[in-house]
């Protein structure tokens, strides 16, 4: 079963008309997607997301949820039902960076919307100044729960502290078998990370769990590396990993080392997902990796190409793979053409680079022959 890419929302837009069927027909694929509004550059992202998908042909039909700080304190738990609401109907949505004040509205999301897993591909950009000389090009899935991070700990006397670390088998067969799938679909190898030989009872219910899911996909390549050592070996060799799953905490390590050897911690964008019972993506929530930027809100200067990394990867989760695949190709190929905002060291505005996008996308989508670019 390929989990992650069943869902299909797709529906046809309304119609204030009386539409004829062979009309009906043609009409452009409409989609429902939730836009969870945040603080900072978030309403310039907004507004270049929306001018990129002014240039798609697929209709996507946002549903604005105001989760910027002031209304988070105005309105409190309504907004965060209101925002569960919305992403359980839509089941896709995408998420702009947002403040943590009293709360962490992705910590309370996660627990709401109940996802579990995290995927995060890493490329190097040619062309993005980086201190790392070779190519990499990795998707790390994390189990988005557990490990160390979800006890607190407590001390233990004066001079101690313990806390617990904790590892359940369905997140981690949710988020295998989103590997798995991953894998195959683009014919890529699973490597599965953690210290199963030091910590046995939970890595090696980790790892217990990933040779079951692997053992589904007999065609997909598995390797079972320590974690210590995937990280040497990752600097050493890129190129032989392709697909990391690994534990919670772990891949928040790898994934912020990963971005540091890109040299592009501002422009990494994630997929947070939740699955049904039959581990089918129940619902995705799609955000980039850097924050609020406050120092530079409201000035045209944020960069997108997270945002735009971020709604490809949407598109891809909604089986629209050739306009994903032109979203992140066109964006990719201008920040390598010199095509930049000021944080890459070019001279483009928010708008400009969105402008930009846009163009490419719509020219790399005409029927027709190939542009030369
Ligand atoms: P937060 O508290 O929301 O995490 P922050 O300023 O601590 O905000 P980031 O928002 O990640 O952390 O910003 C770190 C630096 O990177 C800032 O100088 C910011 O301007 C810059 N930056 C982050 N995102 C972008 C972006 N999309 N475009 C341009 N610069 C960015």
Redesign the pocket.
């Known amino acids: 079963m390929d989990a992650p890419f069943k869902i299909i929302v797709r529906r046809r837009p309304e119609a204030t008309t009386p539409v004829a069927p062979e009309d009906f027909a043609t009409m452009p694929p409409s989609y429902q997607v939730t836009e969870l509004l945040g603080?900072?550059?978030g309403a310039e992202?907004s507004r270049a997301v929306h001018a990129l998908a002014d240039a798609l042909p697929v209709r996507l039909e946002f549903r604005a949820v105001d989760l910027t700080l002031e209304n988070r304190r105005a309105r409190g738990k309504a907004v965060y039902d209101e925002a569960v609401e919305a992403v359980t109907g839509s089941i896709v949505a995408l998420k702009y960076?947002t403040?943590?004040a009293e709360e962490s509205p992705n910590a309370v999301l996660r627990r709401r919307l109940d996802l579990s897993v995290i995927h995060r591909p890493v490329t190097t950009i040619p062309g993005v100044p980086s201190n790392f000389r070779r190519e990499l090009d990795l998707d790390i899935v994390r189990i988005a729960t557990g490990g160390t991070y979800d006890d607190p700990g407590r001390p233990i006397g004066d001079d101690g502290a313990v806390s617990l670390r904790i590892v359940e088998r369905r997140p981690v067969r949710e988020a295998a078998r989103y590997a798995f799938n991953l894998a195959r679909r683009s014919g890529k190898r699973v490597t599965s990370a953690s210290k199963y030989t030091i910590q046995q009872a939970t890595d090696g219910l980790f790892e217990a769990v990933a040779k079951e899911v692997a053992i589904q996909y007999p065609e997909v390549p598995h390797g079972v590396e320590l974690f210590d050592a995937l990280l040497g070996k990752v600097i050493m060799n890129p190129e032989k990993f392709q697909v990391v799953l690994t534990l919670n905490e772990y891949g928040d390590f790898l994934s912020d080392m990963a971005c540091g050897l890109a040299g592009s911690l501002?422009i990494g964008a994630s997929a947070n997902l939740a699955f049904d019972k039959a581990e089918v993506v129940r619902v995705a929530m799609f955000d980039?990796a850097?924050?609020?930027?406050?120092?530079?809100a409201g000035q045209n200067?944020?960069?997108?190409?997270?945002i735009f990394l971020a709604l490809a990867m949407l598109l891809t989760q909604l089986g629209e793979t050739a306009v994903a695949g032109a979203v992140r190709g066109a964006t990719l190929d201008l920040l390598r053409d010199g095509i930049r905002?000021?944080?890459l060291g070019g001279s483009e505005s928010t708008e400009s680079f969105a402008a930009a996008v846009a163009a490419e996308v719509g020219r790399r989508l005409t029927p027709g022959p190939a542009p030369a670019r």
Do not use: F, R, S, V
């Open positions: 603080d900072g550059i992202l960076p403040i943590t501002g980039a850097h924050g609020t930027a406050p120092d530079i200067k944020a960069n997108p190409t997270a905002t000021g944080d």
